[in-house]
């Protein structure tokens, strides 16, 4: 039998009959063995970049990444489409990660999907060295260079299995990251040789706008109203969510709110209803979006400025995935500036208080003094902060420390279902039912709705279980809490809640070591990102697209034609220098002595109209105030 093509494997499994600009490149590369590193834009399909080269060789592509929600979604997508795919990630049993690894060393599974931390496990270790590996593939790998915008410890572990799995290449994957974090990505991963895949972070469809208003509420009701189809709104509280939605919604604008809080089926339930346009605009956290397939989202709003160029870039290019005409909007003014500037600074919280939190845990956890390696807990942030008086934000940030030391690992609430596999054979099963006739009714219905239960773990649902059975959930959840202690199941219960991992072992507070000069570094880092961030905000001459793209490093691109900024410009016939001139003669004038608005132009002896113009910007960017008298002033 033939090896089918790259463009075969594409129109088989996905319809497709070409490749997007670039993807081709990266898959070629790739199957000639070269380690390389692929920057795609949000929405660019970074994964069909190692999906379609892992199906055209043989074997097991192990793909790492970060965000179990994003696994499991690649996960369900893959096996719809008739292709063998697990996924291995903090909360799954030791049973349960045994018999996957088992399929992947010795059955036919082409995916192997694994979040970082269960690289470092001996597991791990052993059995991916009995896979056939084609492939290694390294979604969000910006998450393993201390400059990306979300560091992860447990991603320097993986030039530490490359060993392990000789003479195969590996493929780097991020939609966004700066030339010092490019660099660094192919530093910590080993590459023998500097390959880059850069499409351009351009979007030609996308238009940037900044509105600094001190009333954001009727803002975002204007842009829900006057731009058509589908939008998101970015808030940073889940608190928030809930109200925004209730506003849009008495102003007769159909809008719901999702943040990680909710339960599954309310989650799963708001999000269908959004991506078939039951529901036009979601009110959210940035828990939702990720991962999300709707190339028709006209319209990005963000509530509160983010916290850098990297998270404001990914989000706002959830819009116009289709390459159609969209804005991102940001509602922004000083208080927003102080806010989060605020809370970078209490982002850090002091080591002791570090070490105070992470005892807390422990006890809250009962975890014993070097035990709780790799094992899961849930986690509720707001009883442990009550319990032992710690405010919550301290306790978070201090959580959040503890993660990026990599002591723990922090997951916000995924929905696992029930899962159940027999741990006797057919013979067995049988005596226990003659002997114990009472089951005999309850074991052949669940072998009867529920294949496969001898050979892997099964996703059940114990209400469907007790509606064929006509008996309550609580009494099906009964009885196979007794089948587990009779030791002829595994039965996993189904858990909604956040969850804590320890990555390593409990330790002793006086052999807990906090880095500070890595504390520091990353306060460092940052701060660079939110200056940035609240600059592409401020500024007023610089065409948004263009300010985005050379933060990335792109300098040779032009304006885009569509922002606010640009709109402006193109309307008053103006370029960056004669805002900059004006900006400045306008600064000099105010701080010389306050005056109104004739004699202003007057003095500066300009063309009015553009006078005008750009004294509105400095109005809207609270650069120039006017006092109780009426004469303007530029604010120190």
Same mark, same amino acid.
């Given at each position: 039998?033939?090896?089918?093509?790259?463009?075969?494997?594409?129109?088989? $499994?996905?319809?497709?009959?070409?490749?997007?600009?670039?993807?081709?490149?990266?898959?070629?590369?790739?199957?000639?063995?070269?380690?390389?590193?692929?920057?795609?834009?949000?929405?660019?399909?970074?994964?069909?970049?190692?999906?379609?080269?892992?199906?055209?060789?043989?074997?097991?592509?192990?793909?790492?990444?970060?965000?179990?929600?994003?696994?499991?979604?690649?996960?369900?997508?893959?096996?719809?489409?008739?292709?063998?795919?697990?996924?291995?990630?903090?909360?799954?049993?030791?049973?349960?990660?045994?018999?996957?690894?088992?399929?992947?060393?010795?059955?036919?599974?082409?995916?192997?999907?694994?979040?970082?931390?269960?690289?470092?496990?001996?597991?791990?270790?052993?059995?991916?060295?009995?896979?056939?590996?084609?492939?290694?593939?390294?979604?969000?790998?910006?998450?393993?260079?201390?400059?990306?915008?979300?560091?992860?410890?447990?991603?320097?572990?993986?030039?530490?299995?490359?060993?392990?799995?000789?003479?195969?290449?590996?493929?780097?994957?991020?939609?966004?990251?700066?030339?010092?974090?490019?660099?660094?990505?192919?530093?910590?991963?080993?590459?023998?040789?500097?390959?880059?895949?850069?499409? #351009?972070?351009?979007?030609?469809?996308?238009?940037?706008?900044?509105?600094?208003?001190?009333?954001?509420?009727?803002?975002?009701?204007?842009?829900?109203?006057?731009?058509?189809?589908?939008?998101?709104?970015?808030?940073?509280?889940?608190? #928030?969510?809930?109200?925004?939605?209730?506003?849009?919604?008495?102003?007769?604008?159909?809008?719901?709110?999702?943040?990680?809080?909710?339960?599954?089926?309310?989650?799963?339930?708001?999000?269908?209803?959004?991506?078939?346009?039951?529901?036009?605009?979601?009110?959210?956290?940035?828990?939702?979006?990720?991962?999300?397939?709707?190339?028709?989202?006209?319209?990005?709003?963000? $509530?509160?400025?983010?916290?850098?160029?990297?998270?404001?870039?990914?989000?706002?290019?959830?819009?116009?995935?289709?390459?159609?005409?969209?804005?991102?909007?940001?509602?922004?003014?000083?208080?927003?500036?102080?806010?989060?500037?605020?809370?970078?600074?209490? #982002?850090?919280?002091?080591?002791?208080?570090?070490?105070?939190?992470?005892?807390?845990?422990?006890?809250?956890?009962?975890?014993?003094?070097?035990?709780?390696?790799?094992?899961?807990?849930?986690?509720?942030?707001?009883?442990?902060?009550?319990?032992?008086?710690?405010?919550?934000?301290?306790?978070?940030?201090?959580?959040?420390?503890?993660?990026?030391?990599?002591?723990?690992?922090?997951?916000?609430?995924?929905?696992?279902?029930?899962?159940?596999?027999?741990?006797?054979?057919?013979?067995?099963? $049988?005596?226990?039912?003659?002997?114990?006739?009472?089951?005999?009714?309850?074991?052949?219905?669940?072998?009867?709705?529920?294949?496969?239960?001898?050979?892997?773990?099964?996703?059940?649902?114990?209400?469907?279980?007790?509606?064929?059975?006509?008996?309550?959930?609580?009494?099906?959840?009964?009885?196979?809490?007794?089948?587990?202690?009779?030791?002829?199941?595994?039965?996993?219960?189904?858990?909604?809640?956040?969850?804590?991992?320890?990555?390593?072992?409990?330790?002793?507070?006086?052999?807990?070591?906090?880095?500070?000069?890595?504390?520091?570094?990353?306060?460092?880092?940052?701060?660079?990102?939110?200056?940035?961030?609240?600059?592409?905000?401020?500024?007023?001459?610089?065409?948004? #697209?263009?300010?985005?793209?050379?933060?990335?490093?792109?300098?040779?691109?032009?304006?885009?034609?569509?922002?606010?900024?640009?709109?402006?410009?193109?309307?008053?016939?103006?370029?960056?220098?004669?805002?900059?001139?004006?900006?400045?003669?306008?600064?000099?004038?105010?701080?010389?002595?306050?005056?109104?608005?004739?004699?202003?132009?007057?003095?500066?002896?300009?063309?009015?109209?553009?006078?005008?113009?750009?004294?509105?910007?400095?109005?809207?960017?609270?650069?120039?105030?006017?006092?109780?008298?009426?004469?303007?002033?530029?604010?120190?």
């Amino acid at each position: 039998m033939s090896t089918p093509d790259i463009h075969q494997v594409l129109k088989q $499994y996905w319809g497709y009959e070409r490749f997007r600009p670039l993807q081709e490149e990266i898959i070629q590369a790739v199957l000639a063995g070269k380690d390389t590193l692929a920057l795609l834009p949000t929405g660019g399909g970074k994964s069909l970049c190692f999906q379609v080269p892992a199906l055209v060789s043989g074997g097991i592509c192990v793909v790492v990444s970060p965000l179990i929600a994003l696994m499991k979604d690649q996960v369900e997508n893959l096996r719809l489409r008739g292709i063998k795919a697990e996924a291995v990630y903090s909360g799954m049993s030791y049973r349960e990660i045994d018999r996957i690894l088992d399929n992947c060393a010795y059955g036919d599974i082409r995916f192997l999907y694994v979040s970082p931390e269960r690289l470092a496990t001996d597991l791990f270790k052993v059995r991916v060295q009995k896979m056939k590996v084609n492939l290694l593939a390294v979604d969000e790998a910006h998450c393993i260079s201390q400059w990306g915008y979300d560091f992860r410890p447990e991603y320097l572990q993986i030039a530490e299995i490359r060993p392990l799995m000789k003479d195969i290449p590996v493929l780097a994957l991020t939609a966004s990251a700066t030339s010092q974090v490019v660099e660094d990505i192919q530093q910590r991963l080993l590459f023998p040789k500097l390959n880059v895949f850069r499409k #351009s972070f351009e979007r030609k469809n996308l238009h940037y706008h900044v509105r600094i208003v001190e009333d954001k509420n009727t803002k975002m009701i204007d842009v829900c109203r006057n731009v058509k189809g589908t939008g998101i709104v970015y808030v940073r509280n889940r608190r #928030s969510t809930k109200e925004l939605a209730a506003l849009l919604g008495k102003n007769k604008i159909s809008a719901d709110f999702y943040h990680a809080g909710l339960t599954h089926k309310e989650r799963e339930q708001k999000q269908n209803n959004w991506k078939q346009n039951k529901t036009r605009v979601m009110v959210c956290t940035n828990a939702f979006g990720m991962g999300i397939d709707k190339p028709d989202v006209r319209f990005v709003v963000h $509530y509160e400025i983010p916290d850098g160029p990297e998270a404001y870039y990914q989000e706002a290019g959830r819009a116009g995935r289709d390459e159609k005409k969209a804005f991102a909007v940001l509602l922004y003014n000083k208080a927003d500036k102080m806010e989060a500037e605020l809370k970078l600074k209490n #982002s850090i919280p002091k080591e002791e208080d570090i070490k105070r939190v992470y005892h807390a845990l422990g006890a809250y956890l009962n975890i014993a003094i070097g035990s709780g390696f790799m094992q899961t807990y849930p986690f509720d942030l707001a009883q442990f902060a009550q319990r032992f008086k710690v405010a919550g934000s301290l306790a978070y940030n201090s959580l959040k420390v503890l993660e990026q030391e990599g002591f723990i690992r922090l997951s916000d609430a995924i929905h696992e279902p029930s899962r159940v596999m027999f741990t006797v054979n057919n013979a067995e099963l $049988y005596r226990f039912q003659v002997a114990h006739a009472h089951f005999d009714p309850f074991i052949r219905m669940i072998l009867r709705l529920y294949g496969g239960m001898f050979d892997e773990y099964v996703i059940i649902h114990e209400e469907d279980i007790a509606a064929k059975l006509k008996i309550p959930a609580t009494d099906v959840v009964k009885f196979l809490d007794q089948l587990k202690q009779y030791n002829l199941i595994e039965y996993i219960k189904q858990t909604d809640s956040p969850k804590i991992t320890f990555v390593k072992e409990r330790f002793d507070l006086s052999n807990l070591r906090i880095d500070r000069k890595l504390l520091r570094f990353r306060e460092e880092v940052q701060t660079i990102r939110l200056k940035a961030v609240i600059g592409y905000a401020e500024q007023y001459a610089v065409c948004r #697209s263009r300010y985005l793209l050379h933060y990335f490093d792109e300098v040779n691109t032009g304006d885009c034609g569509v922002c606010d900024v640009c709109l402006l410009k193109n309307e008053l016939d103006l370029n960056d220098t004669e805002i900059e001139e004006i900006f400045a003669a306008i600064q000099v004038e105010l701080n010389h002595e306050p005056c109104d608005t004739k004699m202003l132009v007057k003095a500066l002896r300009l063309q009015d109209k553009k006078v005008l113009a750009v004294l509105q910007l400095a109005l809207e960017h609270d650069l120039v105030y006017a006092d109780t008298r009426g004469m303007l002033n530029w604010r120190k």
